[in-house]
């Protein structure tokens, strides 16, 4: 769950004609609000050269982040293998009713099978 940045709470208003969109007043914390639907950014909107000044609030869907259980693979062992456990575990994390249950009504998750890993830098990090 990560807090929405200035340029997603700009992006998301869309002014009227001449209207200059301003910097979000402050961005919301988000952590432990998955689920939530009272989470808003209030966005600047001026017209006439600073002269009227609205504030529009865009709503923020706060999003749940999957939990997986950890995996062990063995020094040296098959990579593909290795992927396959990790995706496998992806997909119970994101089945878990826990999870699925602080998504939004009708919104669906998947889980890329083509994204790649760096094994250099796992490696790296435990020393293979």
């Known amino acids: 769950m990560k807090t ?5 709470a700009k992006a998301a208003v869309t002014p009227g004609t001449d209207g200059t969109k301003g910097e979000p007043t402050t961005l919301p914390e988000t952590t432990g609000k998955a689920g939530a639907t009272d989470v808003k950014v209030d966005v600047p909107v001026t017209y006439d050269n600073g002269k009227l000044t609205e504030t529009v609030s865009v709503p923020v869907t706060v999003l749940p982040k ?63």
Do not use: H, M
């Open 4 to 8: 929405p940045t200035a340029e997603q």
């Open 66 to 128: 999957p939990e997986a259980e950890e995996i062990l693979v063995a020094k040296n062992s098959d990579k593909d293998k290795a992927k396959e456990k990790v995706l496998d575990k992806a997909k119970k994390a994101i089945e878990d009713a826990t999870f699925t249950g602080k998504l939004p009504q009708g919104a669906t998750v998947t889980v890329d099978e083509n994204s790649y890993s760096n094994s250099s830098r796992l490696n790296r990090r435990y020393g293979s």
